[in-house]
């Protein structure tokens, strides 16, 4: 074997094992984030039998969806079981939550995203507005539940 054969082939040989060590801290770090986020959920609301994080209370159904593989977004959600409607809750990784309403009414599904206050994001849409102030008194029931629950404040 040559000299460059030998540098060629010694060349090759680390930069396959640092492609591999660079994969492995990159899949590494993202486990490591998203269990560290997600952690005091998933400990209030533990895996039912079949695996998923959901558990009734009350009424209302509580869940929790850790980030699929390479996302750094999943949600928390609180169900009115009699009406359907939903508070979605996006927590982010920098801190703070996102919010989203789901209702359904004659038929038709409504998706608001909300503020903090419960208030609609698109104030310029009246027809989200109107919903809201429709329905604020379910979404500050469901606010103070998610609350209560997951400790948001």
Do not use: C
Not at 14 to 37: F, H, M, Q
Request: proline letters at 3%; a neutral charge; zero cysteines.
């Amino acid at each position: 074997m040559t000299k460059v054969e030998f540098m060629t082939k010694f060349s090759v040989k680390k930069i396959v094992i640092l492609i591999i060590l660079l994969a492995v801290v990159v899949n590494l770090g993202w486990y490591l984030i998203t269990t560290y986020k997600y952690h005091k959920y998933v400990e209030i609301v533990p895996k039912n039998k079949w695996g998923v994080h959901y558990i009734v209370k009350d009424g209302y159904l509580y869940g929790v969806k850790k980030p699929d593989y390479f996302q750094f977004t999943g949600n928390l959600t609180v169900v009115n079981r009699e009406t359907d409607e939903t508070l979605i809750i996006w927590p982010l990784m920098s801190g703070g939550y996102e919010y989203g309403y789901r209702l359904q009414e004659d038929g038709e599904a409504f998706e608001i995203y909300v503020d903090e206050d419960m208030k609609p994001i698109d104030r310029g849409d009246t027809v989200s507005v109107q919903k809201v102030e429709e329905h604020k008194d379910e979404l500050k029931k469901l606010f103070s539940k998610a609350d209560k629950m997951f400790s948001l404040k």
